[in-house]
């Protein structure tokens, strides 16, 4: 119950920030991926913050023994690329437009 709650809250404050990112209208997104034409480079200063964040996380986690909401840590073990992955990154592309 637990880890389902914290997935919740994590799932709303990453939207919340990407709200206020703004990574939600279309128009900035298009208008950061537009090289050739007037290019918006904000949406690339918002994707350095989150590495940046990302990247202190991981090193805080991996220091614990364990996780808050777990018994263990739940790494993938398969390194293969099956067709199931390969679905499933177009799906995520075909999304992105």
């Not at 920030?17 to 939600?24: H, P």
């Not at 840590?73 to 177009?90: C, M, N, S, Y």
């Amino acid at each position: 119950m637990n880890q389902s709650i914290s997935a919740f809250a994590v799932g709303i404050v990453f939207g919340i920030g990407l709200t206020l990112a703004q990574m939600v209208n279309p128009a900035k997104v298009l208008g950061f991926l537009d090289l050739a034409g007037d290019w918006d480079p904000s949406l690339a200063f918002v994707m350095g913050g989150g590495l940046a964040v990302a990247a202190i996380g991981y090193r805080l986690v991996w220091r614990r023994r364990q996780p808050l909401f777990a018994e263990i840590f739940q790494l993938p073990t398969r390194k293969d690329i099956d067709p199931r992955l390969v679905t499933g990154a177009a799906l995520f592309g075909i999304g992105w437009g």
